[in-house]
């Protein structure tokens, strides 16, 4: 006697802050255009700083510290009480949530629903947190901040959406660097195929400042590439480093049953997830990519699928020599000895590099993708690195879609994860 059908998580309803556009159609035709959003940026005005450019988020202004300073576009209204609790990443958190939850035709009764989670990723914010300690400091632990902790540390996404929306069913955050929302993702699917959870709402975010992306200079992993055209080139021979950006991303992960109840639209089935650690270092990618290759293939069986079957590729690549050789050594070890050749392509050539919101971001592109039949091409791509020989990388958007999505993420120690992004079928 056979049991029951097992539930299918889908992504139902997507929302977007990003350099590309602050919305799903801004994006997509960004997309379509290969249009980066990558700018001219001062990280410290007056100074002459080697790092000259950045993913700009346009048509907010979080840039003060105080919330009552901040602009947005005028769809959005939100109370200023909730934003006192804030840091700038969470503006944005808020605007890509509502897109998501009005996307899925969501009320706020399912929101508050037992079935309902909510799973965030953000490195909170440093710019914040640095106003708030100062005071502290300066004032000699007389004046403190009473929202300075919630609105600074890497779980504020959790305490402030949690709130805001009324979330009952399970609230938790992800800190794999910039892996942590593709964790979130696979968690979600498990969750939901569990039948342990209805729907997750998944949320990815980041500060734009100095003191969230500047920091990387240290490391020496930002391009110093004043050309916003070409700055950010992932598999590019000449490529210098990554852009760093901001934003934020969500996507609803839903039980297919309950999304097609609703009338919600299905933009992708999640089929599969798989992850693996390298072991290796602290910040930098194992050189062989052999840990890469164990996520992509966990995720495909998983998934019950093989390497064939996959038509796109969107790879973690971050414009870094390091970190793309690795990832493009683990494609040609996954891919080359079958004979598949699915397309490959990183989009943080548009965007830049939006680090824990960066696997949310890009799983939404993917979406998009399966949704509307298109393979985003690699933009800034002049001549591909030698590690690149033999995979297919094409220049331009290609009009036809992908069928299934492998997209990789990567993150400091190690962590790698896979997701399998398939277009659905009934």
Known sequence: MSGPRPRRAVVSGLGFVTSIGADAAAVEESLLALRHGIEPFQFIPGCDLPVKVAG???????????????????RYSFPRDVLRAVPPHGLYALAAAEQAIEDARLGREDLRSEATGLFTASAGSPFLQRHVLNQLHETEGRRMAPFGIVSTISGTLNFNLGAYFGIKGAVCGFVSACASTAHALGYAMDEVALGRLDRVLVVGAEDLTTDSTYSFHGMHALSCNPDPGSASRPFDVGRDGFVGTGGA???????????????A????EIAGWGQSADGFDIAGPIPDGSGLVLAMRRALRSAGLGAPDVGYVNAHATSTVAGDRSEARALRAMFGAGGARPA????????GH?????????????????????????????????????????????????????????????SNVSLVLRQWEE
């Open 249 to 263: 991303a969500a996507l609803l992960v839903e039980d297919a049953d309950a999304a097609r109840s609703r009338g």
């Open 265 to 268: 639209p299905v933009y992708a």
């Open 56 to 74: 700009t988020v346009k048509g907010f202004d979080a840039s003060s510290r105080n919330y009552a300073a901040w602009k947005w576009p005028a």
């Open 344 to 351: 490959v392509s990183s989009t943080k050539a548009l965007t």
């Open 354 to 414: 939006a680090l824990s919101m960066a696997s949310a971001m890009e799983a939404g592109f993917c979406c998009l993708a399966l949704a509307h039949g298109f393979i985003p091409g690699q933009a800034h791509l002049s001549v591909a690195d030698p590690e690149c020989e033999g995979l297919f990388l094409p220049r331009e958007t290609v009009r036809s879609n992908p069928g299934v999505i492998l997209k990789n993420s990567s993150g400091f120690g190690g």
